[in-house]
């Protein structure tokens, strides 16, 4: 049960950075698209020293390619 915990976690945390970048860009009257939402994560990601935090963007990326 454990793995699945930290799956749903794990799965949360992608949805919640994809999901500012998406606040983010439209606040900022940007198109919201996928390259967009990439360009935005992988900022994200070399602002960040956090391994976990890269390893969130490093996947949220994947699934917006």
Avoid: C, P
Avoid at 24 to 51: C, H, P
Avoid at 60 to 65: E, G, L, P, V, Y
């Amino acid at each position: 049960m454990k793995g699945a915990e930290n799956d749903y976690a794990l799965f949360e945390d992608v949805r919640r950075v994809i999901g500012r970048a998406v606040v983010v860009l439209k606040k900022s009257n940007q198109d919201v698209n996928n390259n967009t939402v990439g360009l935005i994560l992988q900022e994200y990601a070399g602002e960040n020293s956090n391994l976990y935090l890269n390893r969130i963007y490093t996947l949220a990326r994947d699934i917006m390619k």
